[in-house]
């Protein structure tokens, strides 16, 4: 019996060493008071916790998740209702029903699209030209933890402030086309075009596997620069617009009669609504309430007060009477030409970025479009895709290391980078919607009849009038 007790003993006393070992392997250690400080200094800087030990703060950071929510919301502002209006107050008022339904069936399209696998397509792994689907139907995309887009920021909250650009994206082609387009060709093509042209291109230029994405990926190929989207959002819907607007054709009686706008009033509400939302849209793309965000707030304010004046005063000299749609363009205009530079420029390159805005798509508006003779109805030609490709370009010159320290390993070849980009994009832009457009041509149509664009699409897609005689 004495000899069967010493074994046990032993063999305990054997088996609690490695017990005790996987025990305190099992248990982290707790995070020093240095490990916190660091945790707490690197939220405080929008930078990247300490690794020694678990932090204590492992989810979003409140405050940089809070501006991050804030700016989500701003963007989807930007569609609803500010594109709407934007657009609703110029066309006709026998269509402006019909641009609104657009613009929702595009945003309820988009993020069952974005939810199915646009994200995942968009920012999954995958190669340098497409993501995966590593998170199709977001999964793994969890509003606890952080890191798909940056330090501090809820991984859910990342995946919808990019589903906002998603949905704004294709509602501003919608502005080349209105009138004269069947909502079933908007829709068809608008789900072709997210898979063909935008979830691509989103893809390299933001993600950190990117053919584009100068800022993130050090193996990238063309190292561009794009704060918030001048080639992802506005490049992309602007050629795109010119391409389905020169393939659909002009409008009945376009050339022939007067088409002003119904309501100056919707159009300068919207205008206003653009410029709030737009801060979300550019400072919401620091990814924190930091001083990124800060300089691309004051930057995309200096740029947009800019070209809405100078836009205004070269209508004034030109046509000797300064008009608020000339006001509300230049605005839009400084807000997109500034948009992919915002988070990289000082405040002198944001002026210089204002003047070029009022002045060079004014041009296109007022001089290009008449002399080429494409009815682009609202100019998104002229305002996104020719904005969108100068601010692309004035990247490449007005990038400061000392706005934001990411310019300084790329500044030197920085300006040609940009250029690849631009081309990249068009290309992509103009060859996907021409194929997209004839095959939605062959499959559906893309026009209504003669006789309803005469009556005007509310009434005949929509079953409404957004006015009524009392």
């Known amino acids: 019996m004495k000899k069967l007790l010493f074994t046990?003993?032993?063999?305990?006393?054997?088996?609690?060493?490695?017990?005790?070992?996987?025990?305190?392997?099992?248990?982290?250690?707790?995070?020093?008071?240095?490990?916190?400080?660091?945790?707490?200094?690197?939220?405080?800087?929008?930078?990247?916790?300490?690794?020694?030990?678990?932090?204590?703060?492992?989810?979003?950071?409140?405050?940089?998740?809070?501006?991050?929510?804030?700016?989500?919301?701003?963007?989807?502002?930007?569609?609803?209702?500010?594109?709407?209006?934007?657009?609703?107050?110029?066309?006709?008022?026998?269509?402006?029903?019909?641009?609104?339904?657009?613009?929702?069936?595009?945003?309820?399209?988009?993020?069952?699209?974005?939810?199915?696998?646009?994200?995942?397509?968009?920012?999954?792994?995958?190669?340098?030209?497409?993501?995966?689907?590593?998170?199709?139907?977001?999964?793994?995309?969890?509003?606890?933890?952080?890191?798909?887009?940056?330090?501090?920021?809820?991984?859910?909250?990342?995946?919808?402030?990019?589903l906002t650009f998603a949905i704004i994206t294709p509602s501003l082609i919608v502005g080349a086309i209105a009138e004269r387009m069947k909502f079933s060709a908007v829709l068809l093509f608008v789900a072709l075009w997210m898979f063909v042209v935008y979830f691509p291109l989103a893809h390299m230029v933001w993600s950190t596997t990117g053919f584009m994405c100068g800022a993130l990926n050090p193996d990238a190929t063309i190292k561009a620069l794009d704060f918030a989207g001048g080639t992802v959002v506005h490049m992309s819907s602007g050629w795109s617009a010119l391409v389905l607007c020169v393939i659909l054709g002009p409008r009945l009686g376009f050339g022939k009669q007067p088409m002003p706008p119904h309501s100056m009033v919707l159009c300068m509400v919207g205008t206003g609504m653009l410029w709030v939302g737009w801060y979300g849209f550019n400072a919401g793309s620091a990814l924190g309430a930091d001083a990124i965000a800060s300089n691309a707030f004051t930057t995309t304010t200096l740029a947009a007060a800019t070209a809405g004046f100078v836009w205004g005063m070269a209508e004034y000299i030109i046509k000797g009477k300064p008009s608020v749609l000339g006001f509300c363009s230049g605005i839009v205009a400084g807000l997109v030409v500034v948009t992919p530079a915002c988070g990289f420029i000082n405040t002198t390159g944001a002026m210089i970025i204002g003047v070029a805005a009022g002045l060079i798509p004014y041009f296109a508006v007022a001089k290009l479009k008449a002399w080429l003779g494409y009815d682009d109805a609202l100019d998104t030609f002229g305002i996104h895709g020719v904005g969108g490709t100068l601010g692309a370009l004035l990247t490449g010159i007005l990038a400061d290391e000392k706005a934001n320290a990411i310019v300084g390993g790329l500044k030197g070849g920085l300006l040609g980078a940009q250029v690849m980009a631009i081309l990249v994009t068009l290309v992509l832009s103009v060859v996907g919607t021409a194929i997209i457009a004839f095959i939605v041509k062959a499959v559906i149509g893309l026009r209504p009849t003669e006789e309803v664009e005469t009556v005007g699409l509310d009434l005949a897609e929509h079953g409404e009038e957004g006015y009524h005689n009392s």
């Open 8 to 162: 046990i003993t032993l063999f305990a006393a054997f088996l609690s060493g490695p017990l005790e070992v996987m025990a305190a392997d099992a248990e982290p250690k707790p995070p020093s008071v240095e490990d916190r400080l660091a945790d707490l200094e690197a939220y405080v800087n929008n930078g990247a916790r300490q690794t020694n030990a678990p932090s204590n703060i492992a989810g979003p950071g409140p405050g940089h998740n809070a501006w991050q929510m804030t700016s989500t919301a701003l963007v989807l502002f930007m569609t609803l209702p500010g594109l709407a209006l934007f657009y609703g107050g110029l066309v006709r008022r026998k269509n402006i029903l019909s641009v609104m339904a657009q613009c929702m069936g595009i945003a309820g399209m988009v993020t069952i699209l974005w939810w199915v696998c646009g994200y995942s397509l968009s920012f999954g792994a995958g190669n340098a030209f497409i993501g995966d689907l590593s998170y199709k139907f977001f999964q793994g995309v969890s509003p606890g933890n952080v890191g798909a887009g940056y330090y501090w920021i809820s991984d859910s909250m990342w995946a919808m402030f990019q």
